[in-house]
């Protein structure tokens, strides 16, 4: 693995010249790339108007489903385009027949995204259950075994969770929904561009992702795998033209599904977030999966040990393998000392009881060490 130039990488971001920014599991930052691709964008709306859409807007979306594909170890028919995560979710559980007594199955420590569309299901007589966490930084696969029977339709888990970067066994989970016939639904918001995957090795059905954090797309775009030899069992009732086989015959009689994950796709794109999207995950996809982990990997190392000698209480992972980049620092009142690391232009982020710092490949040593002298000298001295 040939190591990337990071100062290189660094430059294509310029609010790293006036902020030292750890907060990429809220918002991946804005390239310089992404900047010029939403240019081209525009530029191609004023000089083309709608004939945009049938060679260059279009060809965009297909380039993006390829690099999404090559990220995972996935196949571009495999790839479907979506708006948000909840937009997935939906589809997917229009795709099952649920009946009253049927079970689905998430975390307590998942994006909260993922229970809610699942509670929404109570009306029909579906039974929500969300797995506890008995420490705040883990669910582990023998407490999702436990939970999963044989009335599971659908397990939907994360495979790193949003408020401790513990990297979850999905393998182990996915492999215990199979075994009573359910389908298994991987989160990788958190992780996908942070830490390498390889969705074959998983084992999972359906795996979802978006612009938003660590691909350094922004927010309006999100990627959703679906298994090849899945796709045609699931006809979503969620469904709209995008997703038609014949698109443009604009046939109204009859709802025929693309015979690609396309299918799953409902109304127009946002043509603008596509634009942004596919060039963050150029980045991503150049710089490589595994080379950013391990960048992000000593960075974050640095960082908890940093914290752990100052004296911080840290609801972290107990070990680097398991560790994605979010860290979480334990304080009562977490708000106000974000709001001062601002006024230093230091930017992270917090949740109910702890300070949550995220750094990434552009990040450097000295920007971990000048946010833990900082939030040593506002907490503790």
Not at 68 to 83: K, R
Not at 128 to 142: C, E, N, Q, Y
Not at 157 to 178: E, L, M
């Amino acid at each position: 693995m040939t190591t990337p130039d990071w100062d290189l990488a660094r430059s294509q971001f310029p609010t790293l010249q006036k902020k030292i920014y750890l907060n990429s599991c809220s918002l991946g930052l804005l390239s310089r790339r992404s900047r010029d691709a939403l240019n081209r964008y525009m530029d191609l709306w004023e000089e083309k108007g709608a004939a945009a859409w049938y060679v260059e807007w279009l060809a965009e979306m297909a380039d993006l489903r390829e690099q999404f594909a090559q990220l995972i170890n996935a196949s571009a028919d495999e790839i479907a385009i979506m708006p948000s995560i909840s937009a997935t979710l939906a589809a997917i559980t229009s795709s099952i027949d649920l009946q009253e007594g049927d079970q689905l199955v998430t975390g307590e420590l998942d994006f909260p995204t993922v229970a809610h569309g699942f509670h929404a299901k109570a009306r029909s007589g579906v039974e929500t259950t969300v797995v506890r966490s008995d420490d705040r930084v883990m669910v582990g696969p023998a407490q999702f075994e436990q939970a999963i029977s044989q009335r599971t339709r659908l397990v939907a888990t994360s495979r790193v969770f949003f408020t401790s970067g513990y990297i979850q066994d999905v393998s182990a989970i996915c492999d215990a929904a199979h075994n009573v016939g359910a389908l298994a639904f991987v989160d990788d918001y958190q992780a996908t561009g942070q830490v390498p995957i390889d969705v074959r090795e998983v084992g999972a059905d359906v795996l979802v992702s978006g612009g938003l954090k660590w691909l350094l797309g922004g927010p309006g775009i999100t990627y959703m795998y679906v298994r090849r030899d899945l796709i045609p069992e699931l006809e979503p009732s969620v469904a709209g033209w995008f997703g038609h086989r014949d698109q443009f015959a604009f046939n109204p009689h009859e709802m025929a599904y693309k015979e690609t994950a396309a299918r799953f796709e409902t109304g127009t794109p946002s043509v603008s977030a596509i634009y942004a999207g596919a060039e963050g995950m150029r980045i991503v996809n150049e710089l490589g999966a595994d080379a950013i982990r391990q960048r992000t990997s000593e960075l974050t190392s640095r960082l908890v040990s940093s914290l752990k000698e100052r004296g911080f209480t840290l609801r972290v992972p107990p070990d680097d393998d398991h560790h994605a980049s979010i860290t979480m620092v334990e304080l009562d009142d977490p708000g106000p000392v974000v709001d001062q690391l601002a006024e230093r232009d230091i930017i992270v982020d917090f949740r109910p009881g702890a300070l949550r710092a995220s750094p990434y490949f552009y990040n450097t040593p000295e920007d971990i060490d000048t946010f833990v002298d900082a939030i040593t000298e506002i907490t503790l001295d």
